[in-house]
């Protein structure tokens, strides 16, 4: 009998184990535990400055795209143009390690590369778009149209509108702007290239608005002050573009201006004919591509090396290329040229 207990004792932790199979408890069963939903991936777009309209326009593509592959976008962007509120905001996220790729319009590409790198470093793919930061401190670059083009064409327009002769002042965003700077750099290019057709054909120097309208308000009187045979004004810069047409259009158009300007904003001033015409390319059109490049990077499709493709939803097919700078780009296309023959169509879009 004290054996059979003595047995009886060392068996019943065991059968208290088969037991509480029996009953299912917490031992696994063939029915497999569900998966937990995977995250969406988050994109984060910092623009140069939050209520310039253009960077809207471009978050609003983003967003759109984000939306299309089921990521979640982040609006970012400093109060001022300074690459130093940019950097505040890159070292916020990558601490917070809250996205997963960051987009950025470049205030200063050099200021810019450390914290670039960094989030790199933390696993964050970084693109540029709009105004490029250096190779190093990005995967790639979303170029809005050829900027040797766009320098081309906006001083070919303006000694077309002045007749080959005269004065033409030119008002830029801010002085580390990388897509001005390099626009500008192909304008005195043009010039150079052909004495000949610009010899009567005066640009004066660069002066920075630094896309805020009061500021570039005040160089466009400025202009009109000291050079009182001032013939045209270029603006590559959309904030620049509706702070001259407001000065000029107080005048006759005696003084005309071009650049790059929203359809949407210059259309009266196209109709006034102070702005015979202007170019831009479809700033949504910019963030929807760069939305779809971030998530190529995020996923491995693309590394953002020469040859890669990509597919960018409505977009279609892009391909990275080599990009001046020595790094690679995805080019989104040329520059549209606006003038009153199809003003009416594009300023409802953008
Ligand atoms: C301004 C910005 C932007 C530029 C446009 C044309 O709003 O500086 O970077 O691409 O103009």
Known sequence: MRNFIRYAVRLLPWLLVLASCRGGGAVPTDTPAPKPTPKPPVY???VKEKTNPYMLKMYEGFAAACEEIGAVPVF???GAYTADAQIEIIERLVDARSVDAIAIAANDADALEPSLRAAMNAGISVLSLDSSVNPGGRMTHIQQASPELI???LIQA???MVGGRGKVGLISSTLYATNQNLWISWMLKEIEENPLKYKDFELLPVLYGDDDPDKSAEAALLLLETHRDLGAIITPSVVGMLAVGRVLEARPPDVVFTGLGLPSEIAPFIRSGHCPWMYLWNPIDIGYL?????HALHTGAITGAVGDILTAGRLGQRFVTVSADGGTEILLGDPVKFDSGNI???ELVY
């Open 151 to 153: 320098g081309r064409v």
């Open 344 to 346: 009416g169509e594009w």
């Open 158 to 160: 303006a000694w077309s």
């Open 290 to 294: 760069a939305s779809w490049s971030a």
């Open 76 to 78: 970012e962007g400093p």
């Open 44 to 46: 984060a777009l910092i």
